[in-house]
C-alpha cells in the first residue's frame, strides 16, 4: 500500500495561526502533501485567507487587544485588514503577522510542489468572482483541487481548470460517483469523507453513514478521510486504507510513516 498523504487543515493550525503564512510554511516544512485554504473575497475584490465571513476571531489590534467592532470582509477592502494583527493571538512570536492574499499561498504552493484543496465556500462567490479566481490560479502554476457542492459546479472547474482535482464532501451514491468521474477524469476526483472525531462533528449524519461504502467510493475516487487526530488514525488508516487524512497538525507526517510502518 502506498503511504498516506497528510493534508493539513488550514495549514499547521494547532502550533500556528490558522490561514496564515506561518502556518502554510509550516506544512511545507513539516512534508504535508496537501493544504487544505479558504479564502473570503474583500469589498475590493481581492481574495484572502480567513475561514469565517468576520476577522474577529483571528484578527487583533496591533497592540493585541481585541477588535472593538465585527469587521467583516466583504465590508472593508484589503487595505484595511492591514491594520490588524492575526498572529498574535497564538502567540508573541507571530505578532506582525498580517492575513496573507491568496496570491501568496499560490506562489508557496507552486514553489514547493504542495497541493492546495481550495474549500468549497469558494462556490459562494459570484460566476464574474469565480472566474477571477480561476485566471488567478491559472497563471500561479499551482497544484489544486477544488472542493464543489454540485455537479454542476464540477462541470465548472473542470472547463475553468482542466489540471485540477474536483472534491467532493462526504458522497457515496455510485450513480453520482460515476458521472463525477467522467467529468473529473481518471485520477482526478476526490472524495472526502469524515469520521466522527473532533473537527468533523458538526458534519451532516449521511456524510459518517458514507464509510459504510468505502469500497464503492475508491471504484471512483481517490478516499480522503477528514479531520482526525493521533487518537484514531491507526484505526482508521489500518480499516478504511485512504489515499489521504486531513489534520489539524496533531499528526505529523514523520509520525504518520512510523505508524503506518507498523499496521503493515
Known sequence: MSAVLLQAHRGVETDYPENTMPAYRAAVEQGYKIIEVDYRLTKDRIPVMCHNRTVNSRARLKDGSLLPDTVTIADVNYSDLLAYDFG????ERFRGTGIPLFSD?????RDSGVALKIDNKHFENSPEDRESVYRLIKRSGARVAVSCFTLCDAREVRTALPDADISFDGVSDESFLSEALEIA???RLQMWIPVQFGLASWAPKEWFEALERTETVKKYAKLGLWAIGPEVFPEAVKKYRPWAVETDGRIKP???KAIEKKLY
Open 254 to 256: 514523520s509520525d504518520a
Open 105 to 109: 499561498v499560490l506562489d508557496l504552493a
Open 185 to 187: 477524469g481518471p485520477g
Open 88 to 91: 498574535i493571538r497564538k502567540g
